[in-house]
């Protein structure tokens, strides 16, 4: 399906900006136009600030299997055709509000949006910018909300993992894989075990942390984990895939093992067998980290300043597995799409 949504690419076409009829000024910006057709490149007008917004001159976007999803009009949240995608930003603040007093022009910040990121500049309100600290990278920050985020949700808030625990991460080259390893391996000091797609993959998860791999395109991942920890089990999932790969790692949990939903990039939701979760005394959850942003802000929060604090510590390091301009924001969901990409891919505003 994604080939056939994101096969041919719209022309790579460069739109200047230019004044408009009452002066104002314009910005380029990645426009879907049509659900299920790829994306165009247009002119946006500026609007004025509110009191306590602030324009942001963005640098990167992350690009997330959400935003292919709301263009194809099947994300949970569905706005209005014509509109920009992009979650997650990074930039340097243009402009600010009379009321706002947590940023200042020229300061380099770090945004969350409900879309809308993938445009050369982005009005948030001041609560949705995080300062970026001292020696972390423009690039660096546009890497961490949504990984990073969901990694430190996942792994701290829901699952309690602890020093020493095991835990099994699917998709584990991806950028939410790769950050589960980061945070468990090096923030969390626990013992984690990668599982993906081919054995590149694995070779690259291992790379960044995991102590060991199993590549589940090429047998039971069950049997295989098995064959790693024995009859005890995990600790801890934190499964990206859904489908039989959620079942086989759910089967490889431990005594009052934990089991974390993040996504079904593997395009199938399993039915969960309840009976296991009595038998094992199993907790399984979920994690929609961009739900904190409106049900729990201060969580929410938290997450996105102990990503930023690690990253300045040394202690995290994202992983960025490609850069594409705006131009090719087609090409960039293709790659994303396809199951070509490593680690976080990002559109390069500048």
Known sequence: MASSLWGRCFSRVCLCRRAGPSGGRHYRAALCTELQRPL???EVARRPLGPHEVRVDVHFCGVNFADILVCRGQYQGRPHVPFTPGMEFSGTVLETGTDVSTVKEGDGVLGVSHFNGMAEEYIADQKALWRIPERVSLREAAALPVSYGTAIMALEQRARTRPGETVLVTAAAGATGLAVIDVATHVLQAKVIAAAGSDEKCKLAMQRGAQSSVNYRQGSL?????????????????????????????????????????GFSGGTI?????????????????????????????????????????????????HVGAVFKLEEVNDAFLHVAQGKSTGKVLISLK
């Open 40 to 42: 165009a490149i247009g």
């Open 270 to 318: 399993a039915s969960l067998p309840t009976n296991l979760l009595l038998l094992k005394n199993i907790s399984a959850m979920g994690v929609y980290w961009g739900r904190y942003q409106d049900q729990d802000f201060p969580v929410f929060s938290r997450t996105l300043s102990s990503a930023l604090w690690h990253c300045q510590q040394g202690h995290i390091q994202p």
């Open 222 to 262: 069950k049997e295989a984990v098995r064959k790693l920890v024995g009859s005890a089990g995990v600790n801890v999932v934190i499964d990206t895939v859904g489908g039989d790969v959620f079942l086989d790692a759910l089967r490889s949990l431990a005594w009052e093992g934990r089991i974390v939903v993040v």
